[in-house]
Structure formats: structure tokens, C-alpha cells
């Protein structure tokens, strides 16, 4: 497969685009909906990122949006760059409640790796916190506390027993941070040990809560000091961000740090409310996941998108500098520096719902983006012209909203005027969403029901 690289802004506002391929890597882009943009990380819409590595893979958790689902999403990836979505087996909204159980979906999950060897889930479902164990980040995962919460929501009333985070010391002790307010106020932040099966407190809980605390605690340690991050802020408008505090253990007391915020809105980018971040090191080197509002902001109709990026981290002693938040995202050593694309092609298709989601918003490598057909369009299709006849082996497609099934299907042509059916449509999910259709054509027709569509790679 071949890389697409950056076209002009001018040239990427016209219906009809053509994707240009290249070997050499783009330029960083300025601008959020510029093509080559490789933050979001993540095609869709989630927040609340966990990830962790595990026999070279990737694994990022994530609270499904908007505001979350009955399932968890979860991202693969053996190169940082291209990912793959699925949704574990537990938790479920379903399996996961109990009489204590509020309204609110699955959130904000943490994964850690124990002591033991397992791996442990802490997540939010109904407003209180359950815990899951696996043998593997990939699973299976399953109730590891006899269906009960770990934390049930009435365990301090007033407040919201949500975002867990666990932190396992040098030492190999664990605990875990938790809590929120009520109504975008009053954030409470509570830690305590958990024993050795690491699905119990070890011990009362304590009030912990920094300045300027509101929820999304992490942990970070460096050298002997221990760095409490956390969102301020409403993660629904424009004032959410990342601050933190310095204590000398895992129990606090922690002082907030005199350059809070680290992490905060640019409108000027149109990078807005990122928060409830997760701090991992890679090669050595320290690395900020969180989300931010999707684009353009605000929605339209007022829905909570939110999308997960990644940026480079700086850390001295005790102190955390301030994080430049980017589109274009951070490199890892080692990894991929581009998502794999696909074949050139110029787009157009039977609708638009405006010039901001036109068909090469479908090919412009950039999950920021998405061709979106015109509402009250009934049979809508996004062509591609690949320029001449050529052998086509198949395609993949990334859906807005890879956790519902849409209607997909491809026909293909040599001329533009005689068709035929090489994908019959039909129901799928996921990300990216596969099409085997070995053909020789000029153009495709992808046929896509009740559904948007961020990429399309055609190989």
C-alpha cells in the first residue's frame, strides 16, 4: 500500500479531490481537518483512553461515545498507527449493576498488570466501580469480585464513585485512585491500598483531593515523588483540562503544582477540552493520551463527541511541562510514523451534507474528517475514480460509529455508466470493516446505509 501525503487546503475544499500518492511523509498539519493529520489516534469517537503494550501489541480501552455505550471499545494495534476495534465480552452494562447501580453506561476503563501476572480491569458502570481480571489484555475478561462493585455508588454519598485508576508502586503495591463530584463540582478525589487480590481495598480509604480537582485521577512516579494528574474543568464545553500535584507517596497529601494547568483548551488550534488522560513511556520516553471535543466545536446539534489523541510528554523530577497539544500527534521510536492508506482515487458521490463533509473527506487520511451524505438521501454512495482500469484486490472502511452495524456494499465499473454488484450489501461493524472484491475497474461505488464514513482505502 501506498502513503497519501498532504495536497494544499485549497485543493482539499473542492467536491472532488484527488488523492495523491507518495512515499515521502507529509508535513505536520496546522490545521485540525488538514489531510495527513494523525491525531485523533483513534477513527470515531471515544474518550476516557487506558493503554497498555503487551507482547508487542497495543491495547487502548476506551468509554464509547456519546457519553458511553452498554460495551466497552477496544483498539488493537501492532504498529501505534493502525488500529483495530472490538468490544470485550465483560463489562457489560447488563452483567455489571447491582442494587446500588445508577442509569450511567460503561466509562473510563484502567488496565494494569498485577503482580501476579494477571491483568486487572477497573471501570465504571452505573456510576460505581467494578473489577475484571484476564489472563491477557485481550481477554478474556470476566467479573473478578463475585458480581458485586468494588466500589458500590452509595460508598460516599454526595459524590460520584467513577474514573478508577490503578497504580502499582516500584514495591509492587497497588492502589487505587476514584471519584468525581455532582453537576460539574465539588470533585473529591479518595485512594486506598488494594490487597493482593487486588479486587479488595486493603485498608480505609482516604480523601486525597488536591486544588482545582474535579476528576480522572492518575498517578505518576518520578524519582521519590509521586505526581497526582486529573481533569478540571467540564469535559462537555470548553474549559477542561489536565493539572496535577506533587506528594511524597501514593497517599498524599499532594500540593498542587505552581505551572497548572499542563494540558488545556487552544481554541486558536481548535483543540478544545482535552482531559482524562493517561501517562505511558515508551523506549523511555514519557507520552500523554487524553481526549478533546471533536470538530468543528460546538456540535451542531449538541451532542458529546469526544475523540483520543496522543502528544509528547516532559517530565523533570517533580516537575511536568507544559504539554503542546498538536494534530499532528507524537512519534514513537520504533513505530509507525504513518497509517498505511491505499490506492489514489478522486471522490464524488450521490450527496453532501456540506462542503465540510464532501467525498474527499473519505480519503484524505484523516480521522478528524468524514464524508457524510445529505440527510433524506435513500440510497447513498460514495464513488472512486481510480483514474484508469486497474486490478483491485478489495478495500476497508472505517465507519463514524464503529460499534453499529451499517448497510455496506460495492459495485463496480469500467466506464461510469455500466455497473455491477461485487459486494452485495449487508449489516457490518467494526473498524476497519474489510471488503474482499478482487476486480478489474476504473471506478467503485461504495453503497453505504446508515452510516458515515472516515477513511476508505481501496488496495
Known amino acids: 500500500m501506498r502513503k497519501v501525503p498532504a495536497v494544499s487546503w485549497m485543493v482539499a475544499l473542492s467536491l472532488t479531490t484527488l488523492v495523491s500518492a507518495s512515499a515521502a511523509a507529509p ?12 491525531n485523533p489516534l483513534l477513527p470515531g469517537y471515544f474518550a476516557d483512553p487506558s493503554i497498555v503494550r503487551d507482547k508487542g501489541r497495543w491495547y487502548i480501552f476506551a468509554t464509547v461515545d456519546p457519553w458511553g455505550d ?24 447488563a452483567a455489571a449493576t447491582s442494587k446500588t447501580s445508577g442509569d450511567s453506561k460503561v466509562w473510563a476503563p484502567s488496565v494494569v498488570k498485577a503482580a501476579n501476572g494477571r491483568w486487572y480491569m477497573y471501570v465504571s458502570v452505573g456510576s460505581e466501580i467494578w473489577v475484571g481480571s484476564a489472563p491477557s489484555p ?37 492502589y487505587l485512585f476514584w471519584g468525581s463530584g455532582l453537576n460539574w463540582v465539588n470533585g473529591r478525589c ?61 497517599m498524599g497529601p499532594f500540593t498542587e503544582a505552581a505551572n497548572s494547568p499542563i494540558l488545556e483548551t487552544h481554541a486558536d488550534r481548535q483543540i478544545i477540552s482535552p482531559g482524562h488522560h493517561a ?16 470538530l468543528p ?5 449538541g451532542t458529546v463527541l469526544r475523540q483520543v489523541a496522543v502528544d509528547a510528554l516532559r517530565i523533570d523530577g517533580d516537575r511536568i511541562a507544559r504539554v503542546t497539544p498538536t494534530h499532528d500527534g507524537a512519534d514513537l521510536p520504533g513505530q509507525a510514523a504513518r497509517r498505511t492508506t491505499g490506492l489514489p482515487w478522486r471522490g464524488s458521490a450521490s450527496s453532501a451534507a456540506d462542503a465540510g463533509h464532501s467525498p474527499q473527506r473519505a480519503g484524505d487520511d484523516n480521522y478528524a474528517t468524514a464524508w457524510v451524505a445529505r440527510e433524506g438521501d435513500s440510497t447513498p454512495w460514495l464513488q472512486a475514480d481510480l483514474g484508469r482500469v486497474r486490478q483491485i484486490h478489495g478495500s476497508s472502511v472505517r465507519p463514524l460509529f464503529p460499534g ?40 467503485l461505488r461504495l453503497h453505504a446505509q446508515k452510516t458515515a464514513i472516515i477513511e476508505w482505502n481501496i488496495d
Not at 473478578?144 to 514495591?171: Q, S
Open 27 to 38: 508535513p505536520a498539519p496546522s490545521r485540525w481537518d488538514a489531510p495527513g493529520a494523525r
Open 70 to 93: 452498554d460495551r466497552l471499545g477496544m483498539w488493537t494495534s501492532d504498529d501505534f498507527r493502525n488500529w483495530t476495534f472490538s468490544t470485550p465480552a465483560w463489562p457489560t452494562k
Open 138 to 174: 485481550a481477554g478474556p475478561w470476566a467479573d473478578a469480585n463475585d458480581g458485586k462493585p468494588l466500589i458500590p455508588g452509595d460508598f460516599r454519598p454526595g459524590y460520584h464513585m467513577i474514573d478508577a485508576e490503578a497504580f502499582i508502586d516500584d514495591d509492587g503495591q497497588a
Open 190 to 250: 479518595f485512594v486506598a491500598r488494594l490487597d493482593k487480590t487486588m479486587t479488595k481495598l486493603d485498608g480505609a480509604p482516604k480523601d486525597c483531593t488536591p486544588a482545582h480537582y474535579f476528576e480522572a485521577p492518575f498517578l505518576v512516579k518520578s524519582g521519590g515523588s509521586y505526581l497526582l494528574t486529573y481533569s478540571w474543568g467540564n469535559t462537555t464545553r470548553d474549559t477542561y483540562q489536565v493539572r496535577y500535584a506533587v506528594g511524597k507517596s501514593p
Open 279 to 294: 501517562v505511558f513511556r515508551y523506549a523511555g520516553r514519557p507520552y500523554i493520551l487524553y481526549h478533546r471535543n471533536g
Open 297 to 301: 466545536y460546538p456540535p451542531v446539534d
Open 404 to 443: 453499529r452495524a451499517a448497510d455496506l456494499g460495492v459495485s463496480a465499473s469500467s466506464d461510469g455508466r455500466n455497473w455491477v454488484t461485487i459486494v452485495p450489501s449487508k449489516p457490518q461493524a467494526g473498524s476497519p470493516i474489510v471488503l474482499q472484491h478482487a476486480v478489474k475497474a476504473r471506478y
